[in-house]
């Protein structure tokens, strides 16, 4: 996890141990975290080393003094601490220069999880700026940002979970609560069941027209081939039903949806009329 403004309040440049100030329950959540499994380690950019403001020493002489104040509060202990002490733009000349530790790279994970053995893909990283996040997406771990550092900025975010402090974050990697609020997340395709590229197209009335079309000549075929005599009054009906029918493709086919529907409806009812009176002239017969 993140150091200044995730554990500890930090409005600036801080080298004095006897300045150090937890934030409210963050003891009891690094140790609610520690009794869950989890090995607490804390990575932390240190730029004021480049520019000056403070030593190497001094950043050990915090993370001591830090390490003390949870253990005294909670019991709980920090596993280990990394830091950056390098800066792009620092005054120091050994320092002034970009590095792959430096957050939002992933250098200090990195390197913890081949200290430690840890499996990257098993861990989270929680912090309260985006550059954290970053880091430990870039890392593999699932991420977890706080509300303590940026409030006002904190609901655009690419992290996978959005709290408002350290308790929430632990409660939420544990199991422990509630669960934290839905994160806005600003560039990450979301996607729904069944939200693909895939159209599936219904069948319209067309298609049971064909059909029923498809079904009269076959039965023409098998009266001629059972050797049925066709009366001229039979002949004429069948052709009257391929015409209804063939009417009935033409809406289907050049109409709106509604419209044609209607024009099928009606063609059935026609349909089944003519088949009656067909069937009524030859009782007559």
Request: hydrophobic share 40%.
């Amino acid at each position: 996890m993140d150091r200044d403004d995730t554990i500890i309040q930090n409005s600036g440049d801080l080298g004095d141990p006897d300045e150090v100030r937890l934030i409210a329950d963050a003891a009891a959540a690094i140790k609610q975290l520690q009794e869950a499994g989890y090995r607490i380690i804390v990575i932390t950019n240190q730029g004021g080393v480049a520019r000056g403001k403070y030593s190497e020493d001094d950043v050990d002489a915090v993370n001591q003094r830090i390490a003390h104040l949870i253990t005294e509060e909670s019991g709980a202990l920090i596993d280990r601490f990394y830091y950056c002490p390098f800066h792009p733009n620092g005054s120091v000349t050994q320092y002034a220069c970009e590095h792959p530790w430096r957050k939002p790279q992933p250098g200090m994970l990195l390197q913890a999880a081949d200290d430690l053995d840890l499996d990257l893909a098993q861990c989270w990283m929680v912090g309260d700026q985006e550059r954290d996040i970053e880091a430990g997406i870039a890392a593999g771990c699932r991420t977890v940002l706080v509300r303590t550092g940026q409030p006002e900025q904190a609901g655009v975010t690419k992290a996978d979970l959005l709290v408002a402090t350290l308790t929430e974050a632990a409660s939420a990697i544990t199991g422990g609560g509630e669960g934290p609020p839905e994160t806005d997340r600003n560039d990450v395709d979301s996607h729904t069941p069944g939200s693909d590229d895939t159209t599936v197209e219904a069948a319209g009335p067309d298609d049971q027209v064909i059909t029923r079309l498809t079904d009269l000549h076959t039965e023409l075929r098998a009266m001629r081939a059972a050797g049925s005599e066709f009366t001229a009054g039979r002949l004429l009906t069948m052709i009257a039903l391929i015409l209804v029918l063939g009417l009935a493709v033409g809406c289907a086919l050049y109409m709106e949806p509604q419209s044609a529907v209607v024009w099928v409806v009606v063609a059935g009812v026609g349909e089944l009329a003519l088949i009656g009176l067909v069937l009524l002239l030859g009782r007559q017969r």
